[in-house]
């Protein structure tokens, strides 16, 4: 264990809850966040002081739209995932198709996902050796489905990773492109990370993607660098929060329009079935009166938090929202994310409360 430290590079966002990731030393520990991110208010107040930080893109199917930094790119951490869900839905393949548990953790790197596979394993009924996180039983069967599911509730970068090598970059574009989203970013996670937390390993000279792509090659091939790779994460020193602010800030994106667009392309139709019930699945027991259903996910890296979602109201109308954050201090990013955060819920309500909507447009116009 990283004792006291967290690793603040991945991990998912869910409802009514912080988002607890373990790894890198709080240096932020007694610095104030500049806002109090427990009140309306404070979060009005962040967003008139950080509007370069934020892109948004709210609109709730009738009159109200608010569109700011709308069409610039930011990163976009795990909110990216509903584009593999989709190419999942739309890939033909059975739903119960039956997957080891070891083929699906071959993608697993302990430590980076925010604890998102270990819930996942608690979800499936998986028995995890405590001192790797990895399975006991790698035979033990799960269903392509489940996989496709905890990568949506729990944001299991392994699963993300798994469906990403079944299906195909090229899948994933299609997917996207379905979704009126040109130009995606399909980069495997795990390669990703394998390039953040082993520098060592990185030659000079060679670009980003194609250096990440040789690391995940040996750490599926190579069970020596495997094993090396995520003794690391759990022994290694952490990258520094600059180190992975600036590792995030390239880590692939898009802007608000296009992902809250996307979210409207799952919530009208354009997608198989499956996709509305895996990004509806949270919310589905809590539904505001007059919705019929919420489909959201989102995501997080250090200076970076993203929501997107779509609301279907009972009326017939679909409303579509992305709320993209970067840039964060550590002091702000833990604000945001410790008990007691609207930051879901300012998120939701953009969705479904004009009146909300209209505060943080003013607030961001100044």
């Not at 905890?150 to 798994?162: E, G, K, L, Q, V």
């Not at 600059?242 to 296009?258: C, E, I």
Request: net charge positive; hydrophobic share 45%; charged share 20%.
């Amino acid at each position: 264990m990283l004792s006291r430290r967290r690793l603040l590079t991945a991990g998912a966002l869910t409802a009514g809850s912080a988002l607890l990731l373990p790894g890198l030393a709080n240096a932020a520990a007694g610095t104030p966040a500049t806002s109090d991110f427990t009140t309306r208010d404070g979060w009005l107040a962040w967003f008139a002081a950080h509007r370069d930080q934020v892109g948004v893109f709210a609109d709730n199917g009738a009159q109200a739209c608010l569109a700011h930094r709308a069409q610039v790119s930011q990163p976009l951490a795990s909110a990216v995932k509903p584009v593999h869900l989709a190419a999942y839905t739309l890939s033909g393949l059975a739903p119960d198709t039956k997957v080891t548990v070891g083929e699906w953790e071959r993608f697993y790197l302990p430590h980076t996902d925010g604890g998102a596979h270990e819930q996942s394993q608690r979800l499936l009924g998986i028995e995890a050796d405590p001192a790797t996180k990895l399975a006991r039983n790698p035979a033990q069967q799960v269903t392509l489905d489940q996989i496709a599911g905890t990568m949506i509730y729990f944001s299991d970068n392994a699963a993300t990773d798994y469906l990403r090598h079944r299906l195909g970059a090229a899948a994933l574009r299609r997917a996207a492109q379905r979704g009126g989203w040109t130009g995606l970013d399909s980069r495997s996670k795990l390669a990703d990370f394998l390039y953040l937390l082993m520098p060592e390993e990185v030659r000079p000279g060679v670009p980003r993607l194609p250096m990440g792509a040789r690391l995940e090659q040996r750490f599926l091939t190579e069970p020596a660098f495997r094993d090396r790779a995520r003794a690391r994460v759990v022994s290694g020193p952490p990258p520094s929060w600059d180190a992975q602010v600036a590792w995030a800030r390239t880590s692939g994106g898009a802007s608000a329009a296009t992902l809250a667009g996307f979210h409207r392309a799952a919530a009208t139709g354009r997608f198989p079935e499956a996709t509305r019930r895996h990004l509806e699945h949270t919310l589905a027991g809590s539904l505001p009166p007059g919705v019929a259903g919420i489909g959201w996910k989102g995501g997080s890296l250090a200076g970076v938090l993203a929501l997107a979602g779509y609301t279907r109201w009972q009326d017939g109308r679909v409303g579509s929202t992305a709320l993209l954050l970067q840039e964060l201090s550590e002091a702000d990013w833990d604000g945001m994310n410790a008990e007691g955060s609207l930051f879901f819920q300012v998120f939701l309500d953009l969705a479904l409360d004009p009146a909300w909507q209209g505060r943080v447009a003013r607030a961001l116009r100044g």
